[in-house]
């Protein structure tokens, strides 16, 4: 698959969580570009998308190699590497990118401390440069927050040459499953929908899954207040939802 995209990779340097958001002009962003694990790193795999960049990147950190030593020993062995694109972030923080030489129209990317932003067949420079500033201003919000405001930046100065499709958002903290994992897999504007899923899933889905059972705790600390609020309609949940109808 080909994902002509722009997505920013980040780290939290306050909790340590560590997480990905996308936007590209095609269906089903989420489940090809971005690849994240609770305390070993985050990768956005594309262009001509190899998973396996991502998937055995997210190892070698998780064994305790740099993002910079993985993406070089991933990016050396690969064939195609020159119509690949990867971002990826490690657990301290360290970032690392990767524009192939025929990943078409305008591509690049910008790395920082607990960053790296990324794009092909842009409409120019600009999407990259906007989503890298807005990363570093906003270091006092939640990861999610600053990935989100990140893609409407980069959205907003351009995007994806060839318009846009769909959108994703996923981050992961201190368990083996997401910590948030939200897809807007067809839409005719997706980042704003995005956000729009992210504003229900924030007074619903984040109550819910901050009591679910971990490696730790295998019974989960479910409250009344979460119980009684998941009983009624998506409508009446605080912050609204069912789909925006209501």
Not at 15 to 32: K, Q, S
Not at 90 to 102: E, M
Not at 191 to 205: D, F, G
């Amino acid at each position: 698959m080909h994902l002509n995209t722009f997505t920013i990779v980040g780290r939290c340097g306050r909790t340590g969580m560590l997480g990905v958001a996308v936007c590209t002009a095609a269906p089903g962003v989420g489940g090809y570009c971005p690849f994240v694990r609770a305390k070993a790193g985050a990768v956005a795999t594309m262009s001509w998308v190899n998973p396996y960049l991502a998937i055995d990147g997210l190892r070698l950190m998780a064994e305790g190699g740099s993002a910079r030593e993985t993406l070089d020993k991933l990016i050396a062995a690969d064939p195609g590497r020159a119509v690949r694109q990867v971002g990826m972030v490690d657990s301290r923080g360290g970032s690392a990118a990767h524009t192939g030489t025929d990943c078409g129209g305008w591509c690049g990317h910008r790395i920082g401390e607990n960053f790296s932003a990324q794009g092909n067949i842009l409409v120019g420079e600009a999407t990259v440069a906007a989503m890298a500033e807005t990363f570093l201003a906003t270091s006092a919000l939640t990861l999610a927050e600053r990935l989100l405001l990140s893609l409407e930046a980069g959205q907003a100065h351009g995007g994806d040459a060839r318009g846009k499709q769909s959108a994703a958002l996923l981050i992961h903290w201190q368990e083996e499953y997401p910590y948030i994992d939200l897809r807007v897999d067809e839409h005719r504007n997706p980042v704003p929908e995005l956000r729009r899923v992210y504003e229900v899933a924030k007074h619903q889905s984040l109550p819910f899954v901050a009591q679910m059972p971990t490696r730790d705790n295998p019974l989960g600390s479910f409250s009344a207040e979460i119980e009684k609020s998941m009983s009624v309609a998506p409508a009446y949940r605080p912050g609204g939802g069912g789909g925006g109808s209501q």
